[in-house]
């Protein structure tokens, strides 16, 4: 299958920071790429969309200015936790559609545990 | 609303059995379908993906879609330990993000 590159694989920050993980697809570009949340024991959530060169789509809750996506090229998007809480601790996974359409299928990244003391 | 439903499961299953996983959706306009993999701590794996009616299949696994009954399933021959995993069926309905189930825990015993 195709390769989902993301980094960093775990984080732990003091609260307040800010942190940023990055999402890089290594065999194909990708105009779309989307962040998902999950917490222990529960399903995927979909944070955001990200589209190469405007502004990310985020989903209904998920605010834009605490979590900053950048999608500034085919193959990196990047999503920065600003001012991160303890209750941001979570395992945060990009992904992104290779192909387009109906046809295009998704892939993911490794993941990233976050966890804010 | 679009929504995706399986059963959370655990599905129990001997090693060497067929495990059958089931996922039922609610947009009749859904045209493609995918099965993933989790596992404990990880991201989702694709294993399959199907976009017509009848039987995919792809070694051990076995995808079954039934746009009628909007229903698809997940069949896995000669269940290994190794197969314990989470499993998440996922819809698009076009150009749309996809929508996840919740995900059936698969429990192989050896």
């Known amino acids: 299958g195709a390769v989902v590159s993301q980094h960093p694989s775990w984080v732990i920050c003091k609260s307040g920071t800010s942190v940023k993980i990055e999402c890089r697809s290594l065999?194909?570009?990708?105009?779309?790429m989307f962040w998902y949340r999950q917490f222990p024991k529960q399903s995927l959530m979909l944070m955001a969309t990200?589209?190469?060169?405007?502004?990310?789509?985020?989903e209904q809750g998920v605010e834009k200015d605490k979590f900053l996506i950048n999608h500034a090229s085919l193959t990196l998007s990047t999503l920065t936790v600003t001012s991160a809480h303890p209750e941001d601790s979570s395992f945060y996974i990009c992904?992104?559609?290779?192909?387009?359409?109906?046809?295009?299928?998704?892939?993911f990244g490794e993941g990233s545990r976050l966890t804010v003391l | 609303q679009k929504e995706v439903e399986q059963n959370s499961g655990p599905l129990s299953v001997p090693e060497g059995a067929i495990a059958s996983l089931n996922c039922t959706y609610s947009?009749?306009?859904?045209?493609?379908f995918f099965w993933y993999r989790q596992y404990s701590g990880k991201s989702p794996e694709l294993i399959m993906s199907i976009y017509s009616n009848g039987d995919k299949e792809d070694g051990r696994f076995t995808a079954q879609l039934n746009k009628a009954s909007q229903y698809v399933s997940l069949l896995i021959r000669d269940s290994q330990p190794s197969d314990s995993a989470t499993y998440l069926c996922a819809v698009n309905g076009g150009y749309s993000t996809l929508t996840f189930g919740k995900g059936t825990m698969l429990l192989v015993s050896p």
């Open positions: 990200s589209n190469e060169g405007s502004k990310a789509t985020y």
């Open positions: 065999d194909f570009q990708a105009t779309t």
């Open positions: 992904s992104a559609r290779r192909g387009t359409g109906l046809i295009g299928e998704l892939f």
């Open positions: 947009d009749r306009g859904s045209q493609s």
